[in-house]
């Protein structure tokens, strides 16, 4: 099987990579492409593979844009860090697709799919058109903006202030980049569904940060990271949980 990756992320390349052998050795990865551009002058200067595994942001712009000057009528299976609000038309146009980070289970799932149903695969037809719905769907979804309160008062916090979010019991608190704090009646487990993935991480099972606010990461035992927020000291413990040091860096990377 002859396998084409496109993904903009170093570290998931890699990933899929260590992933596709495990699954099988006899899989052959013919290129690792990163960019629009790379993959439309690949797919129009040589022999298309089996199949493409393709990341939905690249470089240099969404990758739907590569099916507005180039055609393929091989398979593809989607990578990307968006929930099930763009996964219906996903599952219109493509033979599959995982959420990041990938796991074996995964990706097994969608080659074993790809194996049962290549013989009789129908190609997708309107990869550009598809492109509109799902790029209104990534900037439309996601919440721009809080209500937070402090005693009786309510305030507006724009997204792009936000430093990070914490839960305290039941009570769920933002922290702006001034160091103020709102309460917000929200669960982080929902908010983790409204955040816009590329700019907030969640940490640790109490703490959510937002990129931007982060000045510094520092080793500390355990094989833990610690973050040092820009223009605040934090109250909360900004600790990166073991078990999501690897994801994090996958993500801080991307």
Not at 44 to 51: E, Q
Not at 75 to 95: G, K, Q, V, W
Not at 122 to 132: C, F, I, L, N, S
């Amino acid at each position: 099987m002859d396998i084409l990756i496109i993904e903009d992320e170093m570290l998931a390349t890699e990933r899929l990579r260590i992933l596709l052998n495990q699954y099988d050795t006899s899989i052959n990865i013919v290129g690792c492409l990163d960019s629009v551009e790379q993959t439309v002058n690949w797919l129009n200067t040589k022999k298309h593979p089996d199949l493409l595994l393709l990341d939905i942001h690249l470089s240099d712009g969404y990758s739907f844009e590569i099916f507005k000057k180039a055609s393929t009528q091989k398979p593809i299976i989607f990578t990307t860090a968006y929930d099930n609000y763009t996964m219906d038309a996903f599952r219109l146009f493509s033979l599959d697709y995982i959420l990041k980070p990938v796991t074996a289970e995964a990706l097994a799932g969608a080659l074993t799919k790809y194996k049962n149903i290549a013989a009789s695969f129908t190609p997708p037809v309107d990869y550009a058109g598809m492109m509109e719905s799902v790029k209104e769907n990534f900037t439309s979804r996601y919440k721009n903006r809080f209500l937070g309160k402090v005693g009786q008062r309510l305030f507006f916090i724009p997204s792009g202030e936000v430093s990070y979010f914490y839960a305290d019991n039941k009570i769920v608190c933002l922290v702006d980049r001034e160091g103020n704090r709102f309460v917000i009646n929200i669960t982080l487990e929902k908010l983790e569904s409204l955040l816009d993935p590329r700019h907030f991480f969640r940490i640790n099972r109490k703490v959510i940060v937002h990129v931007d606010a982060i000045e510094q990461i520092k080793p500390i035992a355990s094989n833990r990271l610690k973050l040092l927020l820009r223009g605040i000291q934090s109250q909360e413990d900004i600790t990166i949980s073991r078990e999501k040091v690897a994801d994090f860096k996958l993500w801080a990377d991307s």
